[in-house]
């Protein structure tokens, strides 16, 4: 590469507190317009911010999960600017002591083109409110003040990623943690988890060269397209011997490209000043201890753990541990199949199979996110118990799938299932055999096919329709003949000659 490129990240998140930051009206997505308002978070001039521990609280959860330094007090500056959806003109937010200052996250994963594994320096993490929002009809632009004062967390990178697809990793795994930590639904459609990025490229050794911002970026996958689309606009004009003007562009979605927006503004336009309305913070030893008991085992960290716990591989375990409760799910499954006898990995494996092929489609199929798979009357007990009668090889694998779809339907246990319906697996090579003569009789055809490519030495085609007559065999057993004995009794039967 004849440039380097360097990428930071600004993402804002918003936390899931019951009420906005600075005042107690209600902080949910979807409302009718203007109805969770109230003269502070609408700027009416003379009141008085109060701050939201619980969004104070889940902040420095985040910092901490960043591994970054909670400092001996915090407070919070007005930052000043003018836009419609903001009627107090200013923007409460922190500028010189964040709640979080330099952390890291050590980013690890498979991008799209090679595995990923660096550390990432995060800057600062900040608290501050968010502004209203601006729906843009037609003929007017309308303003809904539901959003203004919502508690926004900002988490700031350094310009330690160098490609999209690294930014894009960034998103996915920062998703994931605020998401375990239970402080913000990572919506992005929603706009609850929102990424600005920063990028500069230039000669190695020359520093960072200029940087430009992208705007409207409401997915990982944007990110990482508006971040290459920008390394490759900016190096054709170094190319050209022109030079990258430092500005804000927005990405546009349809056309795939980004596009200038306005010259960026630096810090001292903002004209911060700390906000005399609010004290500052000084986080005690029960605020500082609250914070690290909620830290829960983090999403990378249980990916590696469920690896070595249960032998399954990186890709399956990442799979598995793409949402907090389907691990949970996953690992309470495991433990009840080992209370019932199954070996450990041999019960992973089972239930991993189930839970990513399976249940997966059945979530899909019944419009159930995986973070409520909870929810479904397939609970982790009964999917170990049905592991077990198969791993016992009391019901067959085809029939397991169908008691899958019976305990949905029935809120039932699957042992009951199995027994009612006569799915126990018939494993008597007599009555096998028996079954076995009856095909013979009326597949006379294919059974003097197989004798003659076996005679010839045909090992695919004899494969082909060895396993076209056990087929025929459970059909004959409604699915409950073991096909291992099937192909056993059927080699014994071609070999009699019969
Ligand atoms: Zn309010």
Same mark, same amino acid.
């Given at each position: 590469?004849?440039?380097?490129?360097? %990428?930071?990240?600004?993402?804002? %998140?918003?936390?899931?507190?019951?009420?906005?930051?600075?005042?107690?009206?209600?902080?949910?997505f979807g409302d009718e317009p203007n109805t969770n308002i109230c003269p502070v978070c609408l700027g009416y001039p003379g009141v008085l911010p109060a701050l939201n521990i619980e969004a104070m609280r889940m902040g420095c959860m985040v910092a901490r999960a960043m591994n970054c330094r909670i400092p001996e007090t915090t407070w919070f500056e007005r930052k000043q600017y003018f836009y419609p959806d903001m009627t107090k003109n200013y923007q409460i937010s922190q500028f010189a002591s964040p709640l979080g200052q330099e952390g890291w996250m050590e980013l690890e994963g498979k991008g799209r083109s090679a595995s990923i594994k660096k550390r990432v320096r995060i800057k600062e993490c900040h608290l501050e409110e968010d502004a209203g929002k601006m729906i843009h009809t037609g003929t007017a632009s309308?303003? &809904?003040?539901?959003?203004? @004062?919502?508690?926004?967390?900002? %988490?700031?990178?350094?310009?330690?990623?160098?490609? @999209?697809?690294?930014?894009?990793?960034?998103?996915?795994?920062?998703?994931?943690?605020v998401r375990y930590l239970g402080v913000c639904d990572g919506n992005m459609e929603e706009g609850s988890l929102r990424a600005d990025a920063n990028v500069s490229i230039n000669f190695p050794g020359k520093g960072l060269g200029k940087k430009v911002e992208i705007k409207n970026l409401n997915s990982s996958r944007f990110v990482?397209?508006?971040?290459?689309?920008?390394?490759?606009?900016?190096?054709?004009?170094?190319?050209?011997?022109?030079?990258?003007?430092?500005e804000t562009r927005l990405?546009?979605?349809?056309? &795939?490209?980004?596009?200038?927006?306005?010259?960026?503004?630096?810090?001292? &336009?903002?004209?911060?000043?700390?906000?005399p309305d609010l004290p500052v913070f000084c986080p005690d030893a029960v605020f500082l201890k609250s914070v690290e008991d909620s830290l829960t085992e983090l999403p990378l960290k249980r990916v590696k753990r469920i690896v070595a716990d249960?032998?399954?591989t990186e890709e399956q375990a990442d799979l598995i541990c793409e949402e907090k409760a389907q691990a949970d799910y996953f690992e309470a499954a495991v433990k009840e199949a080992r209370a019932q006898g199954l070996e450990t990995k041999d019960a992973a494996l089972r239930i991993a199979n189930f839970l990513l092929v399976d249940v997966k489609h059945i979530l899909h199929r019944e419009g159930i996110p995986p973070s409520d798979i909870g929810t479904?009357?397939?609970?982790?007990?009964?999917?170990?118990?049905?592991?077990?009668?198969?791993?016992?090889?009391?019901v067959s694998g085809k029939n397991g799938k169908q008691t899958l779809e019976v305990i949905l339907a029935e809120d039932r246990e699957p042992e009951t299932i199995v027994k009612e319906r006569g799915w126990e697996q018939l494993t008597d090579p007599a009555k %096998?055999?028996?079954?076995?003569?009856?095909?013979?009789?009326?597949?006379?055809?294919?059974?003097?096919e197989l004798r003659s490519s076996l005679i010839g030495g045909n090992a695919k085609r004899t494969h082909t329709l060895t396993a076209y007559l056990v087929g025929r065999v459970l059909a004959a057993t409604n699915g409950r003949a073991d096909p291992k004995i099937a192909g056993t009794q059927i080699e014994k039967r071609i070999g009699t000659g019969e």
């Open positions: 590469m004849k440039y380097r490129s360097f %990428i930071g990240l600004e993402v804002h %998140i918003h936390l899931l507190t019951k009420t906005k930051v600075f005042c107690g009206c209600r902080s949910v309308l303003l &809904d003040y539901n959003r203004a @004062g919502v508690s926004l967390l900002e %988490i700031v990178t350094e310009p330690d990623m160098e490609t @999209g697809e690294e930014a894009e990793l960034f998103i996915q795994q920062l998703r994931r943690t990482r397209l508006g971040l290459d689309y920008e390394i490759v606009r900016q190096g054709e004009l170094l190319d050209q011997g022109r030079e990258v003007i430092q990405w546009n979605e349809n056309r &795939d490209e980004t596009a200038p927006m306005r010259t960026k503004e630096n810090a001292q &336009d903002y004209r911060y000043f700390p906000e249960y032998g399954l479904l009357k397939l609970t982790a007990k009964r999917l170990a118990s049905l592991s077990v009668l198969i791993a016992g090889g009391t %096998i055999a028996e079954t076995v003569q009856a095909v013979f009789a009326e597949e006379q055809a294919t059974v003097a």
